[in-house]
């Protein structure tokens, strides 16, 4: 078996594992290993083509709820979710980041941009934030980027009294092509893939991609149990990805901290599968998952709502009351045709007018239950999610779904419609009409007849001051092992409340600054 | 059929396709609630049902093609449960009996599930369908009462029905949504970037 020894492993390479690891190796000398379980595709593989880029998702776009219903869509290669995201850049929202210090115990994270928390000069969460954005060139949507399918979406927004504000994307130089979901073939998105990867791998970081963790080493003796390396499996490497620097076969890597990066799916199953202590059942339990719920428009004028910048616009107008907003994206064909219900020649026909269709979503900021969860299958070897709408969010979604159909026929489109096949007006979930909007307050959400999809799962590895609500310390490292941090999404106590990505990778960047500050606590 | 284009060497492509595949194998194949022995079905009539074929693009490509492209994409074959769900979706009379497995994985899935009353509610819509149609295997049943066969499963009071409809339309819309031809039919542009 091979061996590697590094001073810090870091697993996973999208939002959180590239910030961590070119944070660090900024900051201090040390030998850095980052891994990640998909491959390392760079532009020239992006082909633009929705199906075969479907590589670039965990379980090829296949992964959902246990029951199939529900996909919970994450990218798997190195950049993860940055690489196939759509750009949307929001900040960390303050009043949450507050609420967690009060409500879970957290130290630091200090929202003042004058704060050295740690005592480490300059660190504080604004910070973070600017350099993240600055690097990831953070900006505001120009004016002339709006494509059809948002001028329509703020039109309907604009009549009926409901603000609307341009997103902020992770871009430069875009070239409006409509490809983000497929991996920007041309580097303008600017994803961790071009952004901290290259900073990382500058300043010597390794990167082993096509690896995946089958389980941490935990030594255990008088002083208490800490990680001391993983274990790991090198997969053939796929046609088109860069070459790696191991050839396929078992692993065993040394490290004095492992920083467990991969994502609110993954982290916590690896924690499962390596044995690591849960006395009070909170590993996987309380996935925040942001359930999305398309709305959709046939309008008499030609959308072609994939072309262009994909989102410019969205509304926090019932953020505050009810917690969800309405966000302006759009697919292409393929996931357009399984979202759009039924079958038959009435199927075709709204394919055959896909170019008149407008979309948005509506994303639900979603409430904690126990009962939404991963775990792993030791059986299947594979990871099991359950997620369910609470009664509460379920009342939401609907308030939400008829005020997103009012904002579609306002618009202007002849005929508004939900993901659904659950029989609202004449048997469907179609409207012609706003007063039939009310109709929305009969859906059910049955598996299978209503479309919701989620692609930011967060919180299955909680930051908190007490093990028996949390699974890690305020500086994300585990309550029961020592020198294994976690600082990816799932660290995040409840909902970040917002598109995650900037709140992720400030995060990392935070527990870096602060882990080459405190390196002795790691040696 | 043509493929999609692309800039990669074929037996690139194909693995990444054959990968892609055997994901929605998975996907599809959560369990099997058949009969395997009687696996040996064709998924034709099924593609007949979910596309219209007195429609242009694919009445050019025809059943056969896009069922093979389904296999080489999907590899159904290779999937007895998914097989196995089939025979049992083609087995019209057998549609109130409510396999084991399928009580089963209701109750995995959804704790708080009423399977009596489920069982209860699929067999009124079933005495619904026999009072219109003639009960015969699927592949017999005329366009009319396929279609409303298809409706059965797809508003099922069972997830794990619902489920083997929704994952047999996603492979074939997946199948066919990705073929040059349809995507010029829907006035779609598909990549930009040519290479």
């Known amino acids: 078996m091979k061996q590697l020894k590094c001073d810090v492993l870091v697993i996973g390479s999208g939002a959180a594992g590239p910030v961590f690891a070119a944070t660090l190796a900024e900051r201090m000398s040390a030998d850095v290993l980052l891994v990640e379980k998909g491959p390392h595709y760079t532009a020239k593989f992006f082909n633009q083509n929705e199906l075969e880029m479907k590589a670039l998702y965990a379980g090829h776009g296949a992964r959902s709820t246990v029951d ?50 740690y005592g480490v000069p300059g660190l504080n969460l604004p910070r973070c934030v600017s350099d993240v954005r600055e690097r990831c060139n953070v900006h505001t949507v120009e004016p002339d980027g709006v494509n059809t399918n948002n001028a329509l979406f703020k039109r309907g927004c604009d009549r009926l009294g409901i603000t609307t504000r341009p997103f902020d994307l992770n871009m430069r130089g875009c070239l409006r092509c409509g490809f983000c979901g497929q991996g920007c073939a041309y580097d303008r998105k600017r994803g961790t893939l071009v952004t901290f990867v290259p900073d990382a791998l500058a300043r010597g970081v390794r990167l082993l991609h096509h690896c995946s963790v089958d389980r941490l080493a935990f030594e255990t003796s008088a002083s208490g149990r800490r990680v001391i390396g993983a274990m790991a499996t090198v997969t053939p490497t796929q046609p088109g990805s860069e070459p790696n620097m191991l050839e396929p076969g078992p692993v065993a890597i040394d490290a004095s901290l492992v920083v467990l990066t991969a994502g609110s799916i993954e982290s916590p199953v690896l924690l499962q599968r390596s044995g690591h202590p849960d006395p009070h059942d909170r590993i996987g339990r309380g996935l925040i998952a942001h359930p999305g719920l398309p709305i959709g428009g046939v309008f008499d004028e030609i959308v072609d709502g994939y072309k262009g910048i994909t989102g410019s616009y969205y509304s926090d107008h019932f953020y505050r009351q009810h917690a969800f907003m309405f ?27 896909q170019a008149n269709i407008a979309g948005f979503g509506v994303l639900l900021v979603d409430t904690p239950s126990d009962a939404n969860r991963v775990r792993w299958n030791a059986e299947t070897g594979e990871p099991e999610i359950f997620y369910q709408l609470s009664d509460a969010d379920a009342r939401r979604m609907r308030f939400a779904a008829a005020r997103g159909v009012e904002v579609m026929l306002a618009a202007g489109a002849r005929e508004a419609f939900v993901t659904s096949d659950e029989p609202l007006v004449n048997g469907a979930a179609r409207f012609t009409d706003s007063a039939q909007a009310g109709a929305c307050s009969s859906l059910q959400f049955l598996p299978h007849r209503t479309m919701m999809s989620s692609a930011h799962a967060q919180a299955t590895l909680k930051m908190g001051a007490h093990p028996e609500s949390s699974v890690v310390n305020s500086r994300g490292e585990s309550h029961f092992v020592r020198n294994l941090m976690v600082c990816d999404s799932s660290a995040f106590p409840a909902t970040c409340g917002v598109n995650p990505m900037i709140s992720i990778m400030s995060l990392a960047r935070y527990q870096a600054i602060r882990t080459a500050a405190e390196w002795p606590r790691y040696r | 059929v043509r493929g999609v284009e692309s800039s990669l060497p074929i037996a690139s492509r194909r693995r990444f396709l054959v990968a892609a595949g055997g994901a929605a194998a998975a996907f599809l194949s959560g369990y099997g609630f058949g009969n395997a022995a009687s696996s040996q079905v064709t998924f034709g009539p099924l593609i007949e049902t979910i596309l219209p074929f007195s429609e242009d693009p694919f009445r050019a490509i025809g059943v056969a093609a896009i069922e093979a492209r389904i296999e080489s994409l999907f590899h159904l074959a290779a999937q007895p449960p998914f097989r196995a769900s089939l025979a049992a979706f083609m087995d019209v009379a057998t549609f109130p009996a409510i396999n084991p497995v399928i009580a089963l994985v209701e109750r995995q899935w959804y704790p708080g599930a009423d399977i009596e009353a489920q069982i209860a509610e699929d067999a009124r819509s079933f ?51 990705s073929i040059d031809s349809v995507w010029q039919a829907i006035g779609y542009a598909g990549p930009v970037l040519k290479r």
Do not use: K
């Open chain 1, 327 to 353: 966000e302006c994206l759009f697919a292409h064909p393929l996931d357009l045709a399984v979202a759009i219900p039924g079958f038959g020649i009435e199927h075709f026909r709204m394919m055959r007018h």
């Open chain 1, 68 to 117: 199939g219903a529900m996909p919970i869509n994450g990218g798997e290669c190195v950049g993860g979710g940055t690489t196939v995201n759509y750009a949307l850049s929001f900040n960390p929202v303050a009043a949450v980041w507050r609420g967690w210090r009060s409500q879970y115990g957290l130290e630091g994270f200090s929202l003042d941009r004058g704060a050295s928390d």
């Open chain 2, 127 to 177: 005495a619904q369908f026999r009072d219109r149609y003639a009960i015969a295997d699927f592949a017999a049943l005329n366009s009319d009462a396929r279609a409303a066969y298809m409706n059965l499963w797809q508003r099922s009071a069972f997830g794990g029905r619902r489920r083997f409809y929704q994952a047999t339309r996603t492979v074939i819309l997946a199948a066919v949504y």
